[in-house]
T-cell receptor, first 114, second 110 residues
Framework: NAGVTQTPKFQVLKTGQSMTLQCAQDMNHEYMSWYRQDPGMGLRLIHY???????DQGEVPNGYNVSRSTTEDFPLRLLSAAPSQTSVYFC?????????????FGSGTQLSVL | DQQVKQNSPSLSVQEGRISILNCDYT??????FLWYKKYPAEGPTFLISISSIKDKNEDGRFTVFLNKSAKHLSLHIVPSQPGDSAVYFCAATSYDKVIFGPGTSLSVIP
């Protein structure tokens, strides 16, 4: 039972570089979402998807792109990394209902932008 | 402006005693509330939830109370166990919005 799998676990980027954080789930969940966690703050929603082909912005979407071509995968793209994007990123999936409802999280990606 | 607040960054409790974690929210549009638990180097895991039409929900040792008029919820853990030591996040949701609190780090001392 893999659940939600995120790769990589750690990444260091230079300012201006681009990269993609991968997220895959094997629970056939309709909803998938990306969060970032910064010290002293709760998780903040970046982007979410309620099904393949459908994406929407969350609370802090600037600097990030997403797409959802399959039910299983929901990659997060950083187009031009900035030091303000240094954070821990979590991908999550759920059956549906309200955003944030009974989420299954991946183990996270720790990203540092120098 | 934090819409969901957890004013205690940390809490220490003796094993076997009750742990009470508090959470306050400001937006009356939130209608569903959840608690998540997080161990170091892991993703959060869902613990318990409550709808705004209820004022209490229990699941084993965990009980969540909701006071809508005060915009306040609390998580009670009885009895507390060392394995409960973790960071607890409350979350408030409406249909298209979810806001997490900053978390409370609970330490249960054997």
């Amino acid at each position: 039972n893999a659940g939600v799998t995120q790769t990589p676990k750690f990444q260091v980027l230079k300012t201006g570089q681009s990269m993609t954080l991968q997220c895959a789930q094997d629970m056939n969940h309709e909803y998938m979402s990306w969060y970032r966690q910064d010290p002293g703050m709760g998780l903040r929603l970046i982007h979410y998807s309620v099904g393949a082909g459908i994406t929407d912005q969350g609370e802090v979407p600037n600097g990030y792109n997403v797409s959802r071509s399959t039910t299983e995968d929901f990659p997060l793209r950083l187009l031009s990394a900035a030091p303000s994007q240094t954070s821990v990123y979590f991908c999550a999936s759920s059956y549906g209902g309200q955003l944030g409802e009974k989420l299954f999280f991946g183990s996270g990606t720790q990203l540092s932008v120098l | 402006d934090q819409q969901v607040k957890q004013n205690s960054p940390s809490l220490s409790v003796q094993e076997g005693r009750i742990s009470i974690l508090n959470c306050d929210y400001t937006n009356s549009m939130f209608d569903y509330f959840l608690w998540y638990k997080k161990y170091p180097a892991e993703g959060p895991t869902f613990l318990i939830s409550i709808s705004s039409i209820k004022d209490k929900n229990e699941d084993g040792r965990f009980t969540v109370f909701l006071n809508k008029s005060a915009k306040h919820l609390s998580l009670h853990i009885v009895p507390s166990q060392p394995g409960d030591s973790a960071v607890y996040f409350c979350a408030a949701t409406s249909y298209d919005k979810v806001i997490f609190g900053p978390g409370t780090s609970l330490s249960v001392i054997p």
